[in-house]
């Protein structure tokens, strides 16, 4: 069985083995990068959080533990289904595509950990940044956590194997038409799987002119989770703050 579609996301991040080849994520930096972020936007103590791309809810549940109202979105049925385990007064989660209207308004709107580029076309993020720009209070902020594709790129290495969950993941690396791709292949019960990631290798430029298109203004562009200065070729991620 070859499981490649052209909205790779819609069927990739609805699968038990993205979850199974990304577990080593740092919980700890997650968790460090959710109280800086909130400490440096100074959120009020009952503020109202949007995280859009939320995935199974890992910085949503962070968020809900430090006494936020949170909203999760996701494109996936299976993770907000695993998500909802999570539930309570102060925490919720929808199925919803990004690029789409969302209704009510929020304090801040969060999109983490390069869950923003997967789109075919520029048309698409740029309504993402508008569906954003129109969920926040007049008051509120937005970030952006995308990877630096300039360091990303300068490191990318070609071919790896990953064994996890008895499944050894052959991993290839690569840039194509303007993106940054990984091929996942792997077999399970004999059945052999064929992924392929594509997400666009937008720069900190390539950000700022979509911003101007859909009428937000940056305020602010740190380089980790620490929240350092941005640096543009050494900058392990590209978090932006707007509104």
Known sequence: MNK????????????????ILYRERNLNEAALFM????????LPDNASVLDV???????????????????GIDLSESNIEHAKQFTSSRLRFDV???????????????????????????HDH????????????DNGFGVIDFMNVTEVSSHLIPASKIAFGGINFHIERYEEDGH???????????????????VKAYSLQDFEQMFEEAGIFLLDVFGDYKLNKYHPTRSERLVMIFK
């Open 53 to 71: 791309g939320c995935g199974r809810g890992r910085h949503s549940v962070m968020l809900g533990e430090m006494g936020y109202t949170v909203r």
């Open 180 to 198: 940054i791709c990984k091929d996942i292949r792997f077999e399970h019960d004999q059945t052999p799987y064929h992924f392929t990631e594509r």
């Open 96 to 122: 919803h595509d990004m690029s789409e209207p969302y209704g009510d308004h929020y304090d801040a709107i969060f999109n983490l950990f390069t869950s923003f580029g997967y789109f075919d076309n520029d």
């Open 126 to 137: 740029i309504k993402t940044l508008r569906m954003m720009k129109d969920a926040l209070k």
């Open 4 to 19: 490649e579609t052209l909205n790779w996301y819609k069927e990739w991040f609805d699968t038990d083995f993205y979850h």
């Open 35 to 42: 109280k800086n972020l909130t400490t440096y936007l100074n």
